[in-house]
């Protein structure tokens, strides 16, 4: 039954997902919350599911284990913008603005949606200029860009040229932001990951698995921060 909880080796629940596209089952740990979701073919039983589970718990141990203390943003936080720490520092000002290794914020208000809301339009900035380019290079046109606070993927494209990005890119290295918005722009080709597809994000963005792996390595990082309460 899709949604179902089971419980691993005592104490990890599990939601149960079942996906009618998937050939095998595969374990993910949310990089937000340590949330565990299992995904299941449509042949494979929840019992054969929690039997998979369990063998994996030591793995699932690990990966809660290592994953990034959560951070709030809070002033006197240093929150990364584009790569950079900058200090949410309160400041009498209307609205959010870099100044030096500060970001200020209005003293009066909550620093956290505050931070959030100028990370989504700095994204929204740098990935419509991204993709412009990319798009331009590809000979391909998209129909929009969404941001959204995903918590499994940085990005998403479908098949009428529709692309999402989580906001939180702002946070990380500009090349990486560009990166993210290379790969979803390949997609415009070819919606799949193939040689080709890859080959196409190569000619887009040389040099890109630095960026890719910047991101295996630090997203989890990014998606830790808490913006409200």
């Not at 599990?14 to 089952?25: D, K, T, Y």
Request: aromatic share 6%; glycine share 10%.
């Amino acid at each position: 039954m899709d949604g179902r909880i089971i419980t691993v080796d005592g104490d990890i629940a599990v939601a149960l997902r079942r996906n009618a596209r998937a050939r095998r089952m595969t374990l993910r740990v949310s990089r937000v919350d340590g949330g565990v979701v299992l995904t299941l073919p449509p042949r494979v039983t929840d019992a054969e599911g929690a039997a998979f589970a369990a063998s994996r718990a030591g793995w699932l141990r690990q990966a809660r284990a290592a994953m990034p203390a959560g951070q709030v943003a809070a002033f006197g936080a240093a929150l990364p913008v584009e790569g950079v720490p900058l200090a949410l520092t309160p400041a009498p000002v209307r609205s959010a603005r870099v100044e030096g290794g500060a970001l200020l914020l209005p003293q009066t208000r909550a620093p956290g949606p505050v931070a959030e809301a100028w990370l989504k339009h700095l994204a929204r900035d740098r990935l419509a200029a991204s993709c412009d380019r990319h798009a331009a290079a590809l000979g391909r046109g998209f129909a929009a860009i969404t941001l959204r606070d995903t918590r499994s993927r940085w990005g998403s494209c479908t098949s009428d040229g529709r692309l999402m990005f989580s906001w939180r890119l702002a946070m990380a290295p500009p090349e990486v932001l560009d990166y993210v918005a290379a790969h979803e722009v390949a997609h415009l080709a070819h919606m799949d990951h193939s040689p080709r597809f890859w080959g196409t994000v190569e000619r887009l963005l040389p040099g890109y698995a630095a960026h890719r792996a910047w991101l295996r390595r630090h997203g989890g990082g990014l998606m830790a921060w808490r913006f409200r309460a």
